[in-house]
């Protein structure tokens, strides 16, 4: 839902907000750094979120000739009414706190595993995934029977993005993705890149919005853009959002069938293999260790278990009957030792909705907590 072209960033709520679906067409080296209850299905034309609008907006749009021309030419590629798109883009406004959180940090960070895993797997977020569990357990089981994708993953990636729905993010859409678009900071090394990259977000979320016959104007979420309960942008609600309750809509902020279907959807699209663990615990022979031979293609998974192995990787168990590749996945600690894990294939399918492997973690653990509560709770 990030990426290469992702917000790794987090709101100050602490939601992780990711982009998505820049996956899809990139898959380069990964980057390591932490980038970080049961809604009603009701009327589905309802506003999408009830989190108050981001305040202190500037300029409207419509005042810039650009963002007009760009306008023009987005309804003649999508054959889109051009008032309705010129009404709709010259209404949305720059949001300076949008700029602001894009701006790259000038203060130095350190990693920590322990501190990133602390924000997602604590008492609320798993009881609140044992009542999205015990309210959905039909619909997961249909999920995990049709896409191959456990019940816990899909869980505890609902539960990382949004807290099963509870944030799903308070800056208005439209105003998000056309100030990333026309205003995204210069400071940022990959600024153009990132701005051409947040134009096809708005050109997919307008083309959205005229499909649904909804008014653009309405819908909240992140502040790169994502939105409902899996934090999806609308290039990847385009091309993975599924109509799982099968009432002819697809709703990802209220009907958790489509939601849970959805994030299926999505990780079946990147190739994840049903019944392969997502990790393996590792340990390591000091005297054969090669540390940075195992850790140059960073989380993509590489090495046979005999090649890794052969670099001082120690292996047990299932593992060591592991038939795909493997890498070596490193979770600094601040001043502390890493841990480090074996990822296999679909370790790194996690990391292609949100690109990092403290995400990929936290997901797994936060779904493997909700799971053992539900089992003590005798579910």
Same mark, same amino acid.
């Given at each position: 839902m990030g990426t290469t072209l992702a917000v790794h960033a987090a709101e100050s709520s602490g939601q992780?907000?990711?982009?998505?679906?820049q996956a899809v067409a990139v898959k380069a080296k990964a980057d390591k750094t932490i980038k970080t209850a049961k809604r009603t299905h009701v009327n589905k034309h309802k506003r999408p979120?009830?989190?108050?609008?981001?305040?202190? !907006?500037?300029p409207a749009y419509a005042t810039r000739p650009e963002? &007009?021309?760009?306008?023009?030419? !987005?309804?003649?590629?999508?054959n889109l009414d051009p008032q309705w798109v010129r009404r709709a883009i010259g209404q949305a406004t720059?949001?300076?706190?949008?700029?602001? !959180? &894009?701006?790259?940090?000038?203060?130095?960070?350190?990693?920590?595993?322990?501190?990133?895993?602390?924000?997602?797997?604590?008492?609320?977020?798993i009881e609140a995934g044992v009542q999205f569990w015990k309210a959905n357990q039909a619909t997961l089981a249909r999920a995990e029977k049709d896409y191959g994708v456990p019940r816990e993953i899909i869980v505890g990636i609902i539960g990382v993005e949004s807290i099963y729905g509870r944030n799903t993010g308070s800056f208005r859409v439209i105003d998000a993705i056309t100030t990333l678009a026309f205003d995204f900071p210069a400071t940022h090394p990959r600024a153009a890149e990132r701005a051409e990259f947040f134009k096809g977000e708005l050109e997919q979320f307008l083309s959205l919005q005229n499909r649904m016959g909804a008014d653009p104007m309405l819908p909240l979420g992140s502040y790169a853009g994502a939105m409902g309960m899996p934090q999806f942008l609308p290039s990847s609600w385009a091309?993975?959002?599924v109509d799982f309750d099968g009432d002819d809509k697809i709703d990802l902020w209220n009907?958790?069938?489509?939601?849970i279907g959805s994030v299926a959807n999505?990780?079946?699209?990147?190739?994840?293999?049903?019944? &392969?663990?997502?990790?393996?615990?590792?340990?390591f022979d000091n005297a054969k260790l090669d540390l940075d031979a195992l850790m140059a293609p960073d989380i993509l998974p590489t090495f046979s278990v005999a090649s890794f192995t052969a670099k001082g990787a120690v292996l047990e168990g299932p593992a060591l009957t592991h038939k795909g590749p493997l890498a070596l996945v490193e979770l600094l600690n601040g001043p502390d030792p890493a841990s480090y894990v074996a990822g296999t294939e679909n370790f790194y399918v996690i990391t292609r909705y949100n690109w990092s492997s403290y995400y990929a973690m936290a997901v797994i653990e936060l779904g493997d907590e909700v799971k053992r509560a539900m089992k003590d709770a005798g579910r």
């Amino acid at each position: 839902m990030g990426t290469t072209l992702a917000v790794h960033a987090a709101e100050s709520s602490g939601q992780t907000v990711t982009v998505k679906s820049q996956a899809v067409a990139v898959k380069a080296k990964a980057d390591k750094t932490i980038k970080t209850a049961k809604r009603t299905h009701v009327n589905k034309h309802k506003r999408p979120s009830k989190a108050r609008p981001a305040t202190n !907006l500037g300029p409207a749009y419509a005042t810039r000739p650009e963002v &007009m021309r760009f306008a023009d030419e !987005l309804a003649e590629r999508r054959n889109l009414d051009p008032q309705w798109v010129r009404r709709a883009i010259g209404q949305a406004t720059l949001v300076p706190s949008v700029v602001r !959180l &894009m701006q790259p940090s000038t203060q130095p960070f350190i990693k920590n595993w322990a501190a990133y895993r602390g924000r997602f797997i604590d008492a609320t977020r798993i009881e609140a995934g044992v009542q999205f569990w015990k309210a959905n357990q039909a619909t997961l089981a249909r999920a995990e029977k049709d896409y191959g994708v456990p019940r816990e993953i899909i869980v505890g990636i609902i539960g990382v993005e949004s807290i099963y729905g509870r944030n799903t993010g308070s800056f208005r859409v439209i105003d998000a993705i056309t100030t990333l678009a026309f205003d995204f900071p210069a400071t940022h090394p990959r600024a153009a890149e990132r701005a051409e990259f947040f134009k096809g977000e708005l050109e997919q979320f307008l083309s959205l919005q005229n499909r649904m016959g909804a008014d653009p104007m309405l819908p909240l979420g992140s502040y790169a853009g994502a939105m409902g309960m899996p934090q999806f942008l609308p290039s990847s609600w385009a091309r993975f959002a599924v109509d799982f309750d099968g009432d002819d809509k697809i709703d990802l902020w209220n009907s958790p069938a489509d939601v849970i279907g959805s994030v299926a959807n999505y990780f079946k699209a990147f190739d994840w293999q049903p019944g &392969m663990p997502t990790h393996y615990p590792v340990g390591f022979d000091n005297a054969k260790l090669d540390l940075d031979a195992l850790m140059a293609p960073d989380i993509l998974p590489t090495f046979s278990v005999a090649s890794f192995t052969a670099k001082g990787a120690v292996l047990e168990g299932p593992a060591l009957t592991h038939k795909g590749p493997l890498a070596l996945v490193e979770l600094l600690n601040g001043p502390d030792p890493a841990s480090y894990v074996a990822g296999t294939e679909n370790f790194y399918v996690i990391t292609r909705y949100n690109w990092s492997s403290y995400y990929a973690m936290a997901v797994i653990e936060l779904g493997d907590e909700v799971k053992r509560a539900m089992k003590d709770a005798g579910r």
